[in-house]
């Protein structure tokens, strides 16, 4: 039964000012809208142009449900194409990371071949079409390129082919992204340290909700966090004893309720945000060797303290991309079913940098996001625990009420809070319900 | 270096993780010890690329504490987790009087009520003599699948 499909108003209905429907997370039949829609309609993250350094190297991932090629081109410049030969639909690169031969993106069934633009170049025994039409046909054209941007860097697609523009649809929340890319002193990073690829079983936006919550770490992290204060308080180290890094990075984040109130969280149109406007668990972390002269030699000192003193905890680019700009980290949310979402947790070098900050932030990625790390299962734990306690039929409704003011009901949930606000979580709401229902027929 | 005696550290080293008795597990580990399982074939070191675990004896503790913590929420279903070992073998050329490497095929199992995970690798042990005890110096896990997509692990391999 479709009670969703050509149905712009039901789907409207599931998110209100304060509250979102369930269904939201249970329903495939909106997960498979989802796809057709919020992941058409808005820019996703697809890759790092360091990726694919030189002319005919490619990256292969999927862009919601559809393969696609990040490649770079003759012409030096990165372009998103279908994964998918033009003729019978056979995707054209399997390895995640390779280089095409000869400049040629060669099929590997019938050996037809394209240039790295996507243009068709060849097929075998054209003759064969002769008197068919072929040039006429749209296969004839080759790959059709995805619309998509490279903004310092971070490469951007977006599958429908009219939408908001994207410096219209991320606006000034591309700041995190500015500031993540100027804390190399040559203003230029290089993906490095490795792919942590961690599978959920939840739905995608639980994990992209938890990103700006800052209500959730002293609780649901005080077994891990808690025990790593408590074994080094009582360790008892000698004055003068460096802290060390994991310390560091565990500690922060069974900070009280006051520390994450106060580092305050922007929420800006279309359902991005970060939290640590002010500060974040990631101020307090020892300096790096010669790190903070290198960028004072690069920029100038007031420019070089303005980057540093920045230390943004999470910044959302909904739907698919968080970034952790203060520890150069990055996570991508790959949606797979209505309860299943594979998070990649991608780590940069700072070029220019000393590599003990790559060491620092592979460091990060391995206690807290990886598959095997004890933050990380206690926050899947609250996930999946989400995921089967909605099927209770106690309430419709999942509550988003923490501060919410009748103000926000017609000015929208863009500002700057206290951090434990819910105003992040509205606002991504708010843009899923526009995202889903733009394209629809019938859709005001 | 005892060959008898560095296999059957192997299979308790095991034994002890499989039954939980995590305190003396802690134990086998020189206090310079490393718990390592690259997240990449050929990975040179466990700074400047992530690893699936690469611990020191603070972390490991960090690790064993909180298995027991009341508030593992994650554990509140209690994990459990069996090896299944292949015939631990010295490594040819490293053995000296002090130290060897014990490579050791294996199957791990891991399950939490209806779920049950499997994976399987080589685990290299690192054994030096510290006072007279042989100890692990380094473990060194070699997950056959280490670039998939992976659930939750949270036993110890």
Known sequence: MNRYRDNPEAIRSLVRPDRVHRDLYLDPELFDLEMEHLWRNTWLYVGHDSQVPASGDFYTTLIGREPVLMIRG?????????????????????????????????????????????????????????????????????????????????????????????????????????????????????????????????????????????????????????????LWDGSAPAAGTPTPMVIEQFVPFVNGYEFFEKMGVRVYANGHSYTGVNFSIHSRYSSVGDYEARMIAAYGEERARRILGEARHNTVYYPNLTIKGAIQAIRVARPLAVDKTLIESWTFRLVGAPDELLARTTTYSRLINAPTSMVGHDDLHCYRSIQEGLASSAAEWVNLQRNYTAAEQSAGPAGTYGATNEAPMRGQFRAWADFMTRAMAGAG | MNETAAVELVYHEARLLDEKRFDEWYELFTDDARYWMPLTRGQPDGETHTSLFYEDKLLLKVRIDRLRHPNAFSQQQPSFCQHVLQQPCLEGGTVGPDVCIVRTPFFYAESQLDRQLILTGVAFHHLVHVEGRLRIRLKKIELLNRDAALPSIQMLL
């Open chain 1, 74 to 230: 003759a012409d030096e410049r990165v372009r998103v194409l279908p994964n998918r030969c033009s003729h019978k639909g056979t995707k054209l690169a399997s390895a995640v990371h390779g280089k095409c031969q000869g400049g040629l993106i060669r099929c590997p069934y019938h050996g037809w071949t394209y240039r790295l633009d996507g243009t068709l170049r060849t097929v075998p025994l054209k003759s064969g079409y002769e008197g068919t039409d072929f040039e006429g046909s749209p296969v004839a054209r080759g790959l059709p390129e995805i619309h998509s941007v490279n903004y310092r860097g971070f490469v951007f697609a977006r599958l429908a082919a009219t939408g908001p523009d994207f410096q219209e649809y991320f606006g000034d929340s591309l700041s995190s992204i500015d500031n993540l890319v100027d804390r190399s002193p040559e203003g230029k990073l290089e993906v490095a340290g490795g792919v942590l690829r961690y599978l959920h079983d939840c739905n995608w936006k639980m994990y992209v909700e938890n990103l700006n919550d800052a209500m959730h770490p002293m609780v649901a992290h005080e077994s891990s966090a808690g025990t790593a204060k408590k």
